[in-house]
């Protein structure tokens, strides 16, 4: 670890940086832009179309029920129609992910509305779908709970009978005594917040390729967010050994989270229809089937109580949070976590006592999404923050400053912040760009008005670790070779899901250490033959992912380093790489074109490729208490948001969004500003219009992008130009920490903070529909 850490500690404070933290345009921009970057189905159309089964799903249409019995009509089978159920699985019919709860093919019974129950395979399309429409299910319908609060009470309902109750994880954090916190406050703020669920919503539904080997092995194209996964999940239902299973993600058209739970699944069901028949299996889900079967956010009720001292300093939180986790545990316990250990905001709590439950009920189940849990605790966190504040006679903003973490702050589970902790930074200079304390005064004497249209301003503060989990193993693995005319190619795990990790952040680290133009480096990404750097998830992908890379790359520059000095007579740390050449900075003139110093390399014996391998330090957790190590580094953001509100119709509009980041190096500008502007689009859609609704059953019945609705170019607010604190990380490369959830986390408490601030109402549920907004003002 010496060494590595040597490395990563050489280029952290540098200056001179030549591309990373520069406009650097994706190396894929324009294959994508003239449509010729190949997505799964592309793969299909272009290689298999007429010589692969088409796959589709039977879904239950029950939500609680056992199975008596499957069975296909005789004239689909004569049609050569394949029925697959759980019990022709060779392997083990077993995918939970946090807990084994979770079959591939439904089992003995099924537990909500949409799950998938057997599959169907033909050489025809229409047949396919006729076989899903006719297949026979025997279902014996049993009591059913939709209530994650009607299911904590009942034992005679249980989703899961074997877990004996229908709490499938609980969390805790204590620290200090919220006793004596509250017996200090001088104001105490108490409130029930209600959050929904939310579809993923991506482009691409998702679709996998299967294709048999001669090896007895499967080949699978599918759209994933961690090929190593879908690796060992394929491998584990088919029964076979992981060498024996190869997983590609080629570009994947959206994620958010939802194809890093989905697309193993999809992946093990298509290699499944492969493995069994001999034949090429191509699945791709309709959005019907997707809505019906990907988890979704996690919906939430959270308790908090909240109090403060007269010199406006927090003194105690008390947090129940309640998780409606649907029918299967999935990453339920991990995203119920991370709102457990973000329960207190970026804010410094001496007293806190916080209880989370992840419940079963007889829905489509939760799982990962963008925030991963930390959106709707951020959403309580930040809406409490402004009523304390305005119980105390305080600026929102003040208040926040009074309480934020700085360096050598402790968390509510003891961790200690000791380094890269930008946030007071950033909220001073957001609240400085958007004129916050102006901007107040003039939106309060215009709404003094009386008119039709109320404005309203809002500022919500977020932290949100790095990374996965307290003890839980991370590392970053790549592996980079110089080709002998002097460009590279760089492997890597990391999946390109539109975020830009492999084929912009990964492309510029390269680019910085070895001297090589954007242009003549290639990324082999999302590939089981690249190795194993986890998923891309949890903002990582360019941050911790980043960082094999740079290993691999920094051995490679002390290799050409060391030879470049010896040939040209000039000390090593004099050395330029750039523009693909090797210079001397104090005599440029003395110069080697890099073509020629890896020639040079190969007469010589200098390798030429390295593995670059990080295994991130982490601390110890106690799960009793909730005290310990977190996260390795939290990235911080902040936003303000003004809003109009038509107090006729009770329709909210985002005017104008001010963000600022604090999260280690930029590394990109381009695609930090891409991955920000494109969180605000999705947190408007979370706040303001995208709900999901179920029937009486459990079964989702807008499943569809007509009756779900996702904002539009015309919902977008103005942008202001983000506000940027680099607090370098001092294990990520050149000291940039995550970035891509960051914008959405705060989006929806700016919102609800500006709205309260326009109508002076109490905002505590989402979403903010025109019929809550007027029903919060009483005219509904």
């Not at 299909?44 to 179309?49: L, S």
């Not at 004129?435 to 008119?451: Q, V």
């Amino acid at each position: 670890m010496g060494g590595a850490l040597s490395l990563l500690e050489k280029w952290l404070s540098a200056r001179e940086l030549l591309v990373v933290g520069k406009r650097v345009t994706r190396v894929d921009s324009l294959e994508k832009a003239l449509g010729k970057a190949m997505f799964t189905e592309d793969y299909f159309i272009d290689y298999f179309m007429g010589n692969a089964l088409y796959v589709k799903q039977v879904l239950s249409t029950h939500p609680h029920a056992r199975l008596k019995g499957i069975s296909l009509p005789d004239a689909l089978k004569g049609k050569g129609v394949r029925l697959i159920t759980a019990r022709d699985i060779p392997g083990e019919n077993q995918v939970g992910y946090s807990l084994p709860d979770q079959p591939l093919l439904a089992e003995g019974k099924v537990r909500y509305h949409g799950e998938v129950v057997a599959l169907v395979a033909s050489t025809s399309l229409d047949d396919a779908l006729r076989a899903v429409e006719e297949v026979r299910v025997d279902y014996e319908p049993l009591p059913y709970v939709l209530d994650p609060l009607e299911a904590m009470a009942r034992s005679d309902v249980l989703v899961h009978e074997e877990a004996g109750s229908n709490i499938a994880f609980r969390t805790r954090v204590r620290r200090g005594s919220v006793e004596e916190g509250f017996s200090r406050a001088h104001v105490v703020v108490e409130n029930e917040y209600r959050l929904h669920h939310q579809e993923h919503a991506y482009l691409e539904t998702e679709a996998a390729l299967a294709i048999p080997s001669m090896e007895n092995g499967v080949t699978v194209i599918g759209g994933l967010q961690y090929p190593h996964l879908g690796q060992r999940i394929v491998a584990r239902v088919l029964g076979l050994p992981s060498s024996r299973v190869k997983i590609i993600a080629p570009y994947v058209g959206g994620g958010f989270g939802g194809k890093d739970d989905e697309g193993p699944l999809t992946c093990a069901k298509a290699a499944l229809v492969a493995y069994l028949t001999g034949k090429p299996a191509l699945l791709v889900y309709s959005r019907e089937e997707s809505m019906r079967i990907h988890p979704k956010r996690e919906a939430a009720i959270i308790r908090y109580k909240s109090g403060a001292d007269s010199e406006g300093r927090l003194t105690a939180i008390e947090v129940t949070i309640i998780h409606d986790t649907g029918a299967y545990a999935n990453r339920g316990p991990f995203i119920l976590w991370r709102a457990t250990m973000h329960a207190s905001g970026p804010y410094i709590v001496p007293n806190a006592k916080v209880d989370g439950y992840a419940v079963y009920t007889n829905k489509v189940y939760q799982g990962s999404f963008r925030g991963f849990g930390n959106l709707s605790i951020q959403f309580a966190v930040e809406r409490q923050m402004d009523q304390l504040a305005e119980k105390l006679g305080l600026d929102p903003v003040e208040f926040r400053l009074r309480n934020i973490v700085r360096e050598g702050s402790h968390t509510i589970t003891g961790q200690l912040l000791d380094h890269s902790v930008g946030v007071a930074e950033a909220l001073k200079r957001v609240a400085e760009a958007s004129r916050w304390r102006e901007r107040r005064r003039e939106i309060e004497e215009y709404n003094k008005s009386g008119g039709r249209f109320k404005r309203g301003i809002g500022v919500a503060v977020a932290w949100h670790g790095i990374s996965t989990s307290r003890g839980v193993p991370d590392w970053s693995n790549a592996y980079v070779k110089i080709e002998q005319d002097g460009s590279v190619t760089l492997y890597t795990g990391i999946v390109e899901i539109g975020q830009g990790s492999p084929s912009s952040a990964h492309v510029q680290i390269v680019s910085e250490l070895l001297g090589v133009t954007p242009d003549r480096v290639r990324v082999v990404h999302g590939s089981t033959d690249a190795p194993d750097a986890g998923a891309t998830h949890a903002s990582r992908g360019s941050s911790i992912g980043g960082i094999g890379v740079y290993m691999a790359a920094a051995v490679l520059r002390e290799r050409l380093a060391g030879l470049a000095s010896r040939i040209m007579g000039v000390p090593v740390e004099d050395l330029v790489f750039a523009g693909n050449k090797v210079y001397s900075r104090n005599n440029p003139d003395k110069q080697l074109q890099l073509r020629d110093l890896v020639k040079e390399a190969v007469a010589r014996g200098v390798e030429l490729s390295a593995t670059g391998y990080f295994f991130l330090p982490k601390g110890r957790f106690d799960d009793s208490t909730g005290q310990g190590f977190a996260y390795p580094a939290y990235s911080y953001m902040v936003v303000v948001s003004e809003v109009e509100v038509d107090t006729l119709t009770g329709v909210v509009k985002v005017t104008r969004v001010y963000p600022g980041l604090a999260a280690g190096r930029v590394i990109n500008p381009v695609q930090v500003e891409g991955q920000i502007e494109g969180a605000i689009a999705q947190g408007i859609g979370y706040t303001l219009m995208e709900r999901l609704v179920f029937d009486e059953k459990g079964a989702l019945i807008n499943v569809n992008l007509t009756d779900y609705v996702v904002p539009s170019m015309r919902d977008m607010p103005e942008v202001a130009e983000p506000v940027y604190v680099e607090d370098l990380f001092k294990y990520g490369p050149f000291g940039a920490k995550g970035v891509g959830e960051m914008a959405l986390i705060p989006m929806p408490a700016s919102i609800a903070n500006a709205v309260s601030h326009a109508l002076g109402v109490n905002v505590t549920e989402t979403p903010l529909t025109p019929e809550k907004v007027l029903k919060a003002m009483g005219r509904l």
